[in-house]
């Protein structure tokens, strides 16, 4: 189950291997009873990709020697083998089939530089600890080797497609600017569903941001499963990270407001960080999501950050910008998830305060590195525990709701509202505003917030001449 108390939509990652050729795993075991073990767990590990056994190294997509160092000779004979195997991989490849070869086990462990030395086709060395992590050295191999794990087409191509001039349904526009992930948190299917990190060249992404300003788009949300990662060729054959390309969109004519989700808190640079107080059109409003408060949650997620630093991110994007309202997305229940570690997730909301969060319940995807972690928490733990943040996260958001209220600020104007004669639009942080009267869709109207309802702001139009908040700080 997941509930959600934000505006953001929350992305819903599909499972890998539907729709899939089956592929075929060859696993060669060496030694002891341990490592005949091991090669089943890592069969097992791999079967939820899609790897199928075979006892055929010419039929199969991946070869894992699972190797033993206690004979003498043991590593000998792996060499022996891995020479075999490179001349069945390039038979392989000169038909358009790729392999991906792995050595696990305890030569891998004592002999990996060597390894890598001496047999450079080998894509994969893997000590003993690390086979959770199978499912994540596979998919960067394959895409090393210049496959893209799941993606029909490359990410480049699908852009290319993008028909010219795209119709603006109203003044609100998205525009995708980054697709894929190389973060691996051990719970998320996307890294292996949508590939590797892509960044859309900036000349790309301007032209369309100019196409939607001139069809009439006022704001303009900048999507990406990472957004905040971007980094885009510009035309002067450089490199451009996120907080550039905004700048750049910002003086584009008629667009009124800028927004981009999703981000993750390791991309968030001191450039970025500023252009929240620098860029008046960059709404102040940002879904990062921190799923975890504890450090030894965080780093069995894969986070590659620890609580502190998200702390310090919502201090530092508040300096810049003071008015920031900041939602994200939590996960309760990872595998090994204590008590003690809650507790660590409840203190970083009270200390954070948040406008609005979506927040889950662990569940199992198969292929991920968590799936095949022990020390599940049981069902009703994870239900009490969602139960508690999700009833401090709904009073943060209703708190953050009351306290608009009374304040002057624009609302960019998206429709009609419910009742006749009513206008709808959104605040600059996301909630839906309604107010009596009339003005068209894609102007930004100053109102006056006066009440905060379940679902949105009741608002009236401020008097013409009145200055907006954002408008006496600019
Ligand atoms: N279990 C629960 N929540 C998940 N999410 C992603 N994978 C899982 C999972 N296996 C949540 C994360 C992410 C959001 C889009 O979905 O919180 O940020
Ligand atoms: Fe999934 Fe983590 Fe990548 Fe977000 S950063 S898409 S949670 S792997």
Not at 115 to 143: C, F, K, N
Not at 284 to 301: F, I, K, N, T
Not at 317 to 335: K, Q, Y
């Amino acid at each position: 189950m997941s509930s959600s108390t934000g505006p953001v939509p929350a992305a819903t990652p599909a499972l890998p291997g539907a729709g899939k050729p089956a592929r075929k795993l060859l696993i060669r075991t060496w030694g002891c009873q341990m490592n005949v073990y091991d090669s089943g767990r890592m069969a097992d590990i791999l079967a939820p990709l899609g790897y199928a056994p075979t006892e055929s190294a010419e039929e199969a997509d991946m070869v894992i020697l699972n190797t033993c160092h206690i004979r003498e000779k043991a590593s000998e004979k792996v060499f022996s083998d891995l020479g075999r195997l490179r001349e069945t991989k390039k038979a392989r490849a000169a038909e358009g089939r790729q392999t991906v070869i792995a050595v696990a086990g305890c030569v891998a462990q004592a002999e990996g530089a060597e390894i890598t030395a001496r047999a450079p086709w080998v894509d994969i060395v893997l000590g003993p600890q690390t086979y959770h992590r199978l499912p994540e050295m596979v998919a960067r191999a394959s895409r090393a080797a210049g496959a893209v794990i799941e993606t029909d087409f490359p990410a480049e191509d699908k852009f290319d497609h993008l028909p010219e001039a795209r119709a603006t349904q109203g003044p609100v526009a998205f525009l995708t600017i980054q697709e894929g992930c190389d973060k691996f948190c051990s719970f998320c299917v996307v890294p292996y569903t949508r590939g590797a990190e892509f960044s859309r060249p900036a000349a790309a992404v301007l032209a369309e941001a100019r196409q939607l300003a001139a069809g009439g788009a006022r704001e303009i949300a900048l999507l990406g499963q990472n957004v905040n990662a971007w980094a885009g060729a510009s035309q002067d054959g450089g490199t451009w990270r996120l907080a550039r390309l905004l700048r750049e969109l910002a003086e584009i004519p008629g667009v009124a407001r800028l927004r981009y989700t999703t981000s993750h808190p390791r991309d968030m640079d001191d450039d970025l960080i500023a252009a929240h107080g620098e860029i008046p059109a960059l709404m102040p409003y940002l879904h990062l999501p921190v799923q975890s408060g504890s450090d030894r949650v965080l780093a069995a997620m894969n986070r590659g950050h620890k609580a502190d630093l998200y702390l310090r991110l919502a201090d530092r994007l508040r300096e810049a910008r003071p008015d920031l309202a900041l939602t994200s997305d939590f996960i309760v229940g990872h595998p090994g998830e204590t008590a003690a570690d809650f507790d660590a997730t409840m203190r970083l909301v009270e200390r954070v305060g948040f406008a609005g969060a979506y927040s889950f319940k662990y569940s199992a995807r198969p292929g991920t590195p968590a799936a095949g972690q022990p020390n599940a928490v049981p069902e009703a733990e994870k239900d009490a525990r969602l139960q508690a943040l999700q009833s401090v996260l709904r009073a943060q958001q209703d708190g953050f709701n009351r306290a608009c209220v009374g304040r002057v600020v624009d609302v960019l104007v998206t429709g009609t509202g419910r009742h006749p004669g009513q206008v709808a639009g959104r605040s600059p942080w996301l909630q839906p505003v309604h107010a009596t009267g009339a003005a068209p869709v894609g102007a930004v109207v100053p109102m006056t917030l006066r009440a905060a309802l379940p679902n949105s702001l009741s608002a009236t139009m401020a008097s013409p001449c009145q200055e907006t908040e954002e408008s006496a700080a600019a």
